[in-house]
Every structure is written in C-alpha cells, then in structure tokens.
C-alpha cells in the first residue's frame, strides 16, 4: 500500500482530448511546471496552435497513427508507460531494455458517443465514435494508480493543478481519480450496449448496465437519515433532469420525485393543461381554453392537498395563471416556459421553485425504469400506454355519449399516473374525485367520492363534485361493488381494463343502474 501522504510529482503527460474545454490553460499550468506533454491529432494540433511544445505520440511509438486514427496509441511504449509497476525492479528493467519512457499523468475524455448519439447520427457515424484506445489507456492507468494519475472529467483539471502546486500528486487523489475513471468507461460502455440493444430491439438483454452522472448531490433522500443524489442517464429523455431553476431553494429528493410525476402527467394532453400533485400523485388535473381556467379547476379537485404541492402545466406560464398560482402555498412550478411578468410575481414568494423544461417528453416514446430489489433491479418499460375513441369496447346496453367518451378518455389517462389502486372521476375534462393507493379498490371509490363531497362544501355546493361524472379504474373491478359505489356517488360512465372472472357481474351491475361502461384492453398499474 502506497502512503497516501506521499507525493509523486509529474514528469511527462499524455493528453488525448474530444472535449477541449479547459485544456489550454490547464496544459499551459503543466508546461510551465515543467511537465513534458505527449499527445495525439486534434489534441496536439490545439496545444501547439496555443503555443506549447508537444510530443506526438508517434514520435514516441515509432509507429505512425494508421487506418483514420484508430490505431495509435495502442502500442507497448504507450501501455508500457502507463502500467509500469516502478516499484519493481523488474519492470523498470523491461521500461530500460525496450526504451520506454514513465507516464506519470493520463489526461483522456474519449470520443464523444453520448453526444453523437443525441443528435441521432447515423449507424456508421455511431460506430466510428467508439473509442478503443482511450478506454484501453484510461484503464491502464487507473489499474495503476499506485503510480499514474488518471483525469477523465474536465472538472479534475484542478485537482492536478492545486497537486502540482504541493510538489505532486497523493495516492489518495490518484485513488479518487481511478474511481472515477472506471464510473467513466463502466458509463461510456453502458450507453454503447444501450444503443446496440436499441438497434436490435432487445429491450431485455442477457445483461444490462444502468449508468449516470450526477447532476447534484441532495440534502438527503426521502428523509434525513437517507443520503441521495440526482443522476442524469445515458438516454437524452426530456423532463426533470433537464430543466433550469429560476428561483428558490435547492429541491429535495421529495420536490424532484414529485415534479418528475406532475410533468411526466401533464405531458398527456394536448390543450391547455394544469396537474397538481402532491407525494407523486395527482390531487387535480385539469384542461380549459386557457392555463387559467385549467388551473382553476384543478384546484377545485382538492383544494386542501394542493396547499404545498407541484404545479406544472404544458403551455408557457402567463401572468394571470401566475398571480392565482401565488395565492395558496406551492412548492414548485413547472413550465415550457414563462411568459412576461412571471418571474416577477413568482419573486414575491421566496420560497416557491419556478423551473423551466424548454420541452416536454413525448408519452408516447418511452424508456427502461429500473427498480432496486434486494441484491438487484426490477427492469422495466414505462407505462406509455394510450387508448385511443377506436380502443373502447362498450359492454354495457348503453352508448356512452361523446360527452362521457371525452371524460373517459382524460380520466384513463389521469389513472395512469395515479398510485394503485386508482379510482379517478372527470367531468367536463377536469378531476373532480381521486382516490389513490389503496389496498381495496372499494376503498379507493370511497376516498375519491369523499374528496369530492370535502372540495363540494369548500364552494359552497350541497352536491359532490362526483355527480354527474364518469370514473376511471386503472385496472379492472374484481367485484361489482366499487362499480356499483361509483353509481351510488352520481357517476353515469365508467372505463376499465376488463379481463376479471367477474366481468358479466360488474357489466350487468352497470346495467342494472343505466351506466355506460367500455373496456380498453389495457391496465395501467403503478405501484
């Protein structure tokens, strides 16, 4: 074990970059301390464009780069300098004999395949920016850590530059810098095997890697006892990780779970759309001509949960919404955008987070989720099931009228985002009963009918928001009383998976009480 006070300084560096933020003035601070700098192509051609004197590693190889760059550095001089155990006689011997020369610094970010994919390049395109050489080299230097440093993030340029400073590098840093290597090829790996198992439609592999980069590090988890970060993924998905905060405390893992919910919810509808949600579950979602009527009736859903919840809506965020939105307390609004006056009205409230998103996700396209188990992962596709008029099968004597269908539609939809099991009632496309998470779906009916009769006494109104209403189930009745609850409450229509033993109970229990009920086919758990 190498004494991590110890300090090793620097004689001689390879620098291969794509990424070349940062890396003049962090070679130059190298130059002047006197350290000798090898590099390759483009990254050579840059630092003596800046003025520095650079050693081209095919001067070192005696071999030239060949077949465009994709051989150049693997070659015995280049892994030999790196791998070097020059605590050992022996291999400071065959460096002697064979003429190859310490490495004592690797400065590598390979080729940019992440951001190649992103821009939806083409098959070949993909293929040729997978780096071989790099992650050989970068591998090479971390399993030898014990001598070499290894710089993979731009973002550890400083951590060499404050070591050259002390005289070199601590095995400590140098241990830190492998970590962080090794999360770096495991990460660039995982989204090669990522993108090769889209292109053969496996979405199950024999073996799966689930990688990220951490975007920021949290107070804590769900509570404080639990420590947490927010990672970003190898799939450029848009959402929560890709928005921009404009005002407000750092989010907690609570703020960002439930504001991954409320976009990834409101990203359903297509006119002007507002959902609140309070622990990842919607308490009222609603649409209208405009954000302000949609906002409005949302909050009519629940107005108690709403105190303290997520807003998010899918158009910019007008000022007349805005002003509305400020009059009860809300953690965290989220919007395409912001319209003139927002952030001013927003700024009155310190404590409410105004984030951004530039884009929503599209529903229809998803992606895996991973779930942690004990000793493993639940791996999954999302939920991005849709039914569409054409997928509603009616098993009972009456039609649901266009009405009833354009409420059943939006209230399917809402189930889907709503924790198992779901009972959700619409009417005139906006919530007007949720029950949510309940061991019986009984139960569920009772708690949405019982919300309503609650936000039905806040306005005044003898007569529960439910009335008059159709109910989603986001998967099917196993018996015919949660239907036959859902009746009593006023509902009129209902839409359900269907695919129970006791289907012809639960149709002719609809039946019996006028109800109009269509089967889609399609459930929508989420637990």
């Not at 005002?247 to 990203?267: C, F, H, P, R």
């Not at 007007?432 to 009772?446: C, E, H, K």
Request: proline residues 5%; charged residues 25%; aromatic residues 6%.
């Amino acid at each position: 074990m190498t004494s991590s006070d110890a300090r090793l300084p620097l004689k001689r560096a390879l620098i291969s970059v794509s990424d070349k933020e940062g890396l003049i003035p962090f070679a130059t601070r190298l130059s002047e301390a006197g350290v000798e700098l090898l590099s390759t192509g483009g990254t050579a051609k840059a630092l003596r464009e800046a003025g520095l004197d650079v050693r081209d590693v095919s001067d070192v190889t005696g071999f030239p780069e060949i077949m465009d760059g994709r051989v150049k550095t693997l070659h015995p001089k280049v892994h030999g300098g790196l791998l070097a155990d020059r605590s050992k006689s022996s291999h400071i011997e065959a460096m002697e004999e064979n003429g190859i020369e310490g490495i004592d610094l690797l400065v590598v970010n390979l080729y940019p395949f992440e951001a190649t994919l992103a821009r939806g390049a083409d098959y070949d395109e993909m293929v040729e920016n997978i780096d071989i050489g790099g992650p050989a080299m970068i591998r090479a230097a971390a399993k030898n850590h014990a001598h070499v440093a290894i710089v993979t993030d731009t973002e550890d340029y400083t951590v060499i530059t404050d070591a050259l400073a002390e005289g070199g590098t601590t095995f400590d840093d140098r241990k830190k810098l492998a970590a962080t290597a090794y999360a770096r090829t495991a990460a660039y790996d995982a989204a090669i095997s990522g993108w090769f198992q889209k292109e053969l439609g496996d979405l199950l592999p024999r073996r799966v890697v689930i990688a990220g980069t951490r975007l920021d590090e949290l107070r804590y988890g769900e509570n404080p006892h639990q420590p947490a970060a927010l990672y970003k993924g190898t799939e450029d998905r848009p959402g929560i990780t890709a928005t921009t905060q404009h005002q407000g405390k750092a989010l907690s893992y609570n703020n960002i779970n439930d504001a991954d919910a409320a976009v990834e919810l409101v990203s359903e509808f297509f006119p002007p759309a507002v959902a609140i949600i309070k622990h990842a579950n919607p308490c009222g979602v609603a649409s209208g001509d405009n954000l302000l009527e949609a906002y409005e009736r949302a909050l009519a859903c629940d107005p108690v949960s709403a105190f303290g919840g997520i807003v998010a809506v899918n158009r910019p965020l007008d000022a007349k919404t805005a002003e509305e939105i400020v009059k009860i307390f809300t953690e965290i609004v989220i919007a395409p955008a912001i319209e003139d006056g927002v952030a001013e009205i927003f700024a009155k409230k310190k404590n409410l987070r105004l984030l951004t998103t530039s884009e929503l996700p599209d529903p229809r396209m998803g992606h895996m989720r991973a779930r942690p188990v004990a000793g493993g992962f639940l791996y999954q596709f999302m939920d991005n099931g849709q039914v569409f008029p054409e997928d509603m099968k009616v098993v009972t004597k009456r039609t649901p009228s266009g009405e009833e269908k354009a409420d059943l539609l939006f209230a399917f939809k809402v189930a889907k985002h709503v924790k198992s099991n779901a009972i959700v009632y619409v009417k005139d496309g906006a919530t007007v009963g949720i029950g949510a998470g309940q061991m019986s779906r009984l139960d569920s009916t009772r708690i949405a009918v019982r919300k309503s009769q609650d936000a039905a006494e806040a306005m005044g109104l003898e007569t529960p928001l439910v009335s008059g209403s159709v109910v989603a189930s986001d998967a099917f009745f196993p018996f015919p009383d949660g239907l036959i609850s859902a009746a009593e409450a006023g509902a009129t229509a209902v839409i359900q998976p269907g695919g129970s033993i006791r289907d012809e109970e639960v149709i002719a229990a609809a039946d019996e009480r006028g109800l109009a009920m269509v089967f889609t086919g399609m459930r929508h758990f989420r637990h």
